[in-house]
C-alpha cells in the first residue's frame, strides 16, 4: 500500500520535533544558584558606623540560620541602595518604604517583613522647629530654611511635602532655604544647631544614638509642629528579585524569626528603633503609590537622579 507524501512528510516533521531538531532550543531561564555569600545593605538613615554596629550582629544571626555568610553595608544614598540590587551587587536590604516602590519598580524587588514601632506596622513623619523661630505649625514655615531627608525619603521628604501643599505652603518656593540630609538624626541637629529654622524626620530620630551629646538638651530646644494625620506603611526589608527561590525562601523564614526573637530585640532597636518584624507583601505600599502621585508622580519612573555605585562598607 502507497503511503501519501504529505503523510510521510507530517511523521519525519513529527520526529524532528521530538528529537529537538530544527534548531530550537529551550528559552526557560535557569535559575540562580544559591550563594555561598550575601551583601545586606542598610539605607544611610544615622551615621553608616552607627548603623553597622547594630547590623553585624543581625547579619551574623541570619547567616547562621540560612548558612551562608551575610555581609552588612551602608551605601551613600538611599537609590544607592536599590541601584545596588539592580546591579546584582545587593542581595537583600533595609530600605524606606519609598525606595522600596521606586525599586519594586525598576528591578522587581520584593518585601519580606515590615518594621513595627509602638505596636504598629508602620510609623508618622514629624516636622521640628527650633523654640524660639516662632514656628508653631506647619502654617508658619513659610519664609524658613528647612532640612529635608533624602530625596526618596518617605518620612523625611515626600509626606512633609504633601502636607505641605495641603496646607498651602510650595516647599519648592516659600521656604527661604531648603537643604536635603540623607541622615536624619543630621537632619534634627541642624535644627537644634541652628543652622536651619525646621525640618523633617521619622518618628522619632531625635532619639537616635548620639543625638543628644551631638546637642545637649535637643528635646528641650526643638519641638514637634506637625505630625503626620496617618500613619507611613512600615519601613519594609526586602530581597533581590532574581535570588534563587529556596534561598529566598530560608531568608525570609529567617527574617521573620529574627523579628520576634527576645535576644535580638535590642538590636533592631539600636537599628532603627524597630521593636519587631512581621511579614510584608507588596500591596502593604499602595498608598506610597497614592501619595507619589500627588506630589513627585515621576518617581514612579525610577529614581530622580543618578547615586554613587554601592561599594562594601567596612564592618565593626
Known sequence: MRVPKRAVLAAAILVLVACGGGGTTSTTPTEEAAKSSLVMAFVPSQNAQTVLTSAKPITDYLGKEIGATITPQVPTSYAAVAEGMTSNLVDSAWVGPLDYVIGHQVNGSEPMTKSVRKGVAGYNSFIIARKGTGINSIKDLKGHSFAFGDVISASSNLYPKYWMKQNGIDPDKDLSKSVNISNQ??????????QVDAGAIYDDARTNAGADT?????????QVIFTTPQLIPGDPQIVRHQMNSAQKKKLTDAMIKLGSDPSMSQYLKALFTIEKLVPAQDSDYQQIRDVVKGVAPDLLKGYPAASPTPSPSKSP
Open 185 to 194: 538624626t543630621a537632619v534634627a541637629l541642624a535644627v537644634c544647631n541652628g
Open 214 to 222: 551631638a546637642c545637649p538638651g535637643i528635646m528641650d530646644k526643638t
